[in-house]
């Protein structure tokens, strides 16, 4: 065992690094004008960076807005657990000036599986002042198709929750082939749509909202903006009973099967279980060499 | 008596030096442009052929460093702490040149715990805490004062991995994945 343990370091090391990958949004303001489609130039996402590690992810990424102006999104969330109010944050930078920034966000944030796969979804709407951004995308490693998004417009509200949902199912499935974004190269996608439903309206949305009203599907960001949904913010009847208007968090419940816990256990140790058979046949193999030799 | 072999072992361990621990306190130059501290202990266990030259150790090493920097490379207002815990594995090469003097060459190879801070105006902090794997490349000079006791000068260069770091992405800056060390050794041998 202890002949392992510099093997497993090793290993241990090559787990969790820092990777680039591919953000890709439809941007939207106050101005009613329609989405745009933008794909980051810059994109980082990395487990080892979220405040809520090995158990959540941090995504950066810089987008191209056009000459002058940069998009940076931030989105730390946990996988389970009510993400601070601060750590998702969207600005916007001419040079080094900052023309919108804004951590005051509603909407919801869907991981595909265990933050360590770096794969999600977003509809974010940050607000400052009168000023408004809605930001409706995914992310995704290198080399994995950016999630498919619904590219219907998202409606803003004025407070509501970001929520963290974790789709284990394999949601990611069913709209891979429509992503609509080349990934991080700078270049805009062309606004094509993809299309589908997207994981949020399928996966756990039922018991979202503290079970107090599952509802069709709807999330809880898109139902409490006009006061009567789930959580309670804005004075809306909701279920949380919380008052603060538009910086408001709410975790959205995670759904993890006991059986899919057991399937991450086994793929974590399967490296290590593989390094152990290889060794032992390797001594097995050394010790027939040498009663051969005797 | 003599005959038994573990009595030539015991009279070998009881008349030369096999073992050694260095407490190596310095400087190093991080992944950024900055300077901080460092200490490392270092820990072998070897000998020499008969006959031959060179002595040859098998050897442990562990060391802390911290730098700080918030110079022109982070965004303006950024500040960055990079803290690392080494632990290697390897050989070091001794060669006397003349008594008292030698000089020895390591090369090891392990892992490092990297915790990175970025702090930054108007935003939260930011930190990071990885595994990485490295490898020390190490050129000392040693001077052998007593029998038990020695001091000397040590030149180091650690390799890291090339990953993209996610603080330094956010903060502007473009990492080099390597650290400079100079470092005082005081060694203890038995």
Do not use: N
Not at chain 1, 152 to 174: A, F, K, L
Not at chain 1, 230 to 240: E, K, L, Q, T, V
Request: net charge negative.
């Amino acid at each position: 065992m202890r002949r392992l343990a510099i093997p497993v370091l090793l290993l241990a090391a090559c787990d969790g690094q820092d990777s680039l990958g591919s953000l890709a949004f439809k941007r939207s303001d106050e101005s009613g004008a329609a989405p745009i489609a933008l794909s980051a130039s810059t994109c980082v996402l990395s487990v080892a960076a979220s405040k809520y590690r090995p158990w959540g992810l941090y995504v950066f990424a810089e987008v191209p807005l056009d000459s002058s102006l940069i998009g940076v999104l931030e989105i730390d969330v946990p996988e389970a657990g009510e993400p601070k109010p601060d750590r998702v944050i969207y600005r916007e930078l001419e040079g080094i000036r900052e023309v919108f920034h804004s951590q005051a966000v509603a909407g919801q944030v869907t991981l595909l599986g265990p933050p360590r796969e770096r794969r999600g979804e977003f509809e974010l709407v940050f607000a400052e002042g009168k000023k408004m951004r809605t930001l409706k995308g995914s992310f995704s490693p290198p080399q994995r198709d950016l999630p498919g998004f619904d590219a219907g417009e998202v409606t803003p509200s004025s407070g509501g929750d970001v929520g963290v949902q974790v789709d284990d199912s394999g949601c990611d499935s069913t709209d891979t082939s429509s992503s609509d974004s080349d990934g991080c190269d700078g270049s805009d996608s062309g606004g094509s749509s993809s299309s589908g439903d997207s994981c949020d309206g399928s996966s756990s949305s039922g018991d979202s909202c503290d079970g107090s009203s599952s509802g069709g599907g709807d999330s809880c960001g898109g139902s409490d903006g006009g006061g009567a949904g789930c959580s309670g913010d804005a004075g809306g009847g909701g279920c949380s009973g919380d008052a603060h208007a538009a910086r408001s968090y709410r975790l959205m419940t995670r759904t993890r099967t006991p059986g899919a816990l057991a399937l991450r256990i086994a793929t974590w140790l399967l490296p290590y279980a593989i390094v152990g058979a290889i060794v032992q046949l390797w001594r097995r193999r050394v010790r027939r060499r040498a009663v051969a030799l005797t | 008596m003599l005959r038994h072999p573990g009595m030539h072992v015991a009279l070998l361990l009881l008349t030369g030096q096999f073992f050694f621990v260095e407490a190596q306190p310095g400087i190093e130059a991080g992944e950024e442009p900055a300077v901080g501290q460092a200490l490392g202990v270092e820990a072998g266990m070897g000998g020499s052929w008969r006959g031959s030259l060179p002595r040859f150790f098998l050897v442990a090493r562990y060391e802390r460093a911290a730098i700080d920097y918030s110079g022109g490379a982070l965004q303006p207002g950024y500040a960055s702490r990079r803290e690392y815990d080494d632990l290697a594995f390897g050989l070091r090469i001794l060669i006397p040149v003349v008594e008292p003097v030698r000089i020895y060459f390591d090369a090891l190879a392990g892992t490092t715990d990297a915790h990175a801070q970025l702090a930054r105006p108007d935003l939260p902090m930011l930190d990071s805490e990885r595994f990485r794997p490295l490898g020390q490349f190490a050129l000392g000079l040693q001077f052998r004062l007593f029998t038990h006791f020695s001091v000397g000068v040590r030149a180091q260069y650690t390799v890291l991995d090339h990953s993209p770091d996610a603080l330094a992405i956010a903060a502007g800056e473009r990492l080099d994945p390597s650290r400079l060390s100079l470092s005082a050794t005081l060694g203890v041998h038995f």
